[in-house]
């Protein structure tokens, strides 16, 4: 029988629609106490800088009432470490390998994309972090610019023969407009979307809680709000979607899928159910089984329903 969780972000098949978010599932093997790293359709790593990087000052998490602002920075112990410590064992326990590329400047995005294409046979997609809230050169800064973000991905597009997945950032007004100026400069998909730019206060000390003063928000709370972001971008391009935010059930991954995404990334429901991934899978194969469809079915399955 064919499988029914089959899906695929344009070229690179998946066994099933359902992957980690970047830095959500420590470098991939810490969890792999807890799950098979196979039962993931792609295990996506934590973004990579250049060189290490050592993030933002504590306090860097806040829980909230739905979710939790984090402003980690990127730490992480750079491209060179990723390569040789990291990469190897992902390759040998994952089916599909996403690396994510972070960095402050042009050049930065330029020589970690390089670096990566370089072992291109342990890689099988980039994934472009054009949209973290937490670093003041960089990040966000590249995703929250239209000309600024394609102009970032035509460089990138020339250093790479590997898939690139530009994973954008939703602290925009017009995010149907980035989403159309990266995919025309090139990316093979667009994961949709980081964090949601937000703050917490300490009342007793009358002082912002992060060091930071403000994260990007994560979790349950966001998941209304990018499954418009999803469902804005599928609307607005032909490439592959991949849908973020705030999954903690099969309700989330079906209404991403409905909504026109081909995969869904699950992020922080990681740290509280290290195996979610597995549940959602049963769920999801269940849930399809029960309907008599395929996740290549619903995919931008609601879409049908909107006359204009
Ligand atoms: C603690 C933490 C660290 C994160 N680190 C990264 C990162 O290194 N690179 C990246 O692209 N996104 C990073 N993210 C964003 C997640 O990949 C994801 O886009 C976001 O958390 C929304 O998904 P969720 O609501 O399912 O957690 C991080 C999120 C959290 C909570």
């Not at 090139?186 to 964090?195: E, K, Q």
């Not at 990018?226 to 849908?243: D, E, H, S, Y």
Request: hydrophobic share 45%; charged share 20%.
């Amino acid at each position: 029988m064919s499988n029914i969780l089959a899906a695929a972000v344009g070229a690179v098949a998946l066994e099933n629609p359902l992957m980690n978010a970047s830095g959500t599932f420590g470098s991939g093997k810490e969890y792999a106490d807890f799950i098979d790293l196979r039962e993931l359709g792609a295990v996506v790593g934590k973004s990579v800088t250049p060189r290490p990087t050592r993030g933002n000052p504590p306090p860097r998490l806040v829980e909230t009432a739905a979710g939790m602002l984090n402003a980690i920075g990127l730490q992480n112990e750079g491209v060179d470490y990723f390569l040789r410590e990291l990469l190897p064992e992902l390759r040998a326990r994952a089916r599909v390998v996403v690396a994510n590329v972070a960095g402050q400047s042009e050049d930065d995005y330029a020589e970690v994309t390089r670096r990566l294409s370089a072992a291109s046979e342990k890689i099988d997609a980039l994934e472009i972090n054009i949209s973290c809230p937490n670093v003041k050169c960089g990040g966000m800064a590249f995703g929250t610019d239209a000309s600024a973000a394609a102009q970032l991905t035509a460089r990138l597009r020339a250093e790479t023969a590997l898939p690139l997945w530009v994973k954008l950032s939703p602290n925009v007004t017009d995010l149907a407009a980035i989403a159309r100026a990266v995919e025309q400069a090139g990316a093979d998909a667009l994961v949709v979307a980081n964090t949601f730019l937000g703050m917490a206060i300490d009342i007793e000390k009358r002082r912002p809680i992060l060091a930071n003063v403000t994260g990007g928000l994560s979790g349950a709370a966001i998941h209304p709000l990018a499954l418009r972001c999803v469902w804005q971008v599928a609307g607005a391009v032909k490439c592959p979607v991949i849908g973020c935010g705030g999954v903690t059930g099969i309700r989330e991954v079906i209404g991403f899928l409905l909504a026109g995404a081909t995969a869904v990334q699950v992020g922080m429901r990681h740290f509280s159910e290290p195996a979610v991934i597995r549940r959602l899978t049963g769920e999801l194969r269940a849930w399809c089984e029960a309907h008599q469809t395929t996740v290549r079915d619903l995919v931008g399955g609601a879409r049908n329903s909107i006359k204009n």
